[in-house]
């Protein structure tokens, strides 16, 4: 295994309807098919918060409230496409300002397959039926079981 040298910050947004869903963002990156939480990667000067506006800003076109903090890696993970860094993801609960100004789909993974190339589909996914083995990163599956005993 590739020796760590570098840590990569990941700042997540929680997003809980009336409904008792949680929003989720399906991905293709590079070819593989994720689903994780709203969110990416904090970039150098800006706070946890900032990063949450921004990423959505930028993913969804959506102005945001940032709630409260959720939770902070607290275990070692190692990147799943660059093995010399050290993953710290963090998680705040937020809420949609307005109305949604991004789409939303039933279906996991609805992409559109007229394009080729990374791809991002949100979905609301229900918090009862929500299965941690669905998110392909070990620390969105750890989140997934602390929603499931907070709001089930």
């Keep these: 295994m590739e020796a760590l040298r570098e840590f990569n910050v990941r700042v997540y947004a929680l997003f809980i309807n009336d409904q008792n869903q949680v929003l989720v963002s399906d991905e293709i990156i590079r070819g593989k098919y994720f ?91 229900d918090i009862s039926t929500l299965d941690a083995k669905e998110f392909e990163f070990l620390i969105d599956a750890h989140v997934v079981g602390l929603i499931k005993k907070q709001f089930s």
């Excluded at 993801?89 to 300002?97: A, G, P, Q, V």
Aim: with cysteine.
């Design 35 to 125: 689903t994780k939480f709203p969110g990416g990667g904090l970039e150098l000067g800006e706070s946890p918060v900032e990063c949450l506006h921004r990423e959505c800003q930028e993913e969804m076109n959506q102005p945001i409230e940032v709630l409260n903090h959720f939770h902070t890696t607290d275990q070692f993970v190692r990147s799943a496409f660059r093995p010399w860094e050290q993953v710290i993801s963090i998680y705040h609960r937020c809420k949609i300002k307005g109305d949604n100004k991004f789409k939303t789909s039933t279906k996991r993974f609805d992409f559109d397959r007229a394009i080729t190339g990374d791809q991002e589909a949100f979905r609301w996914a």
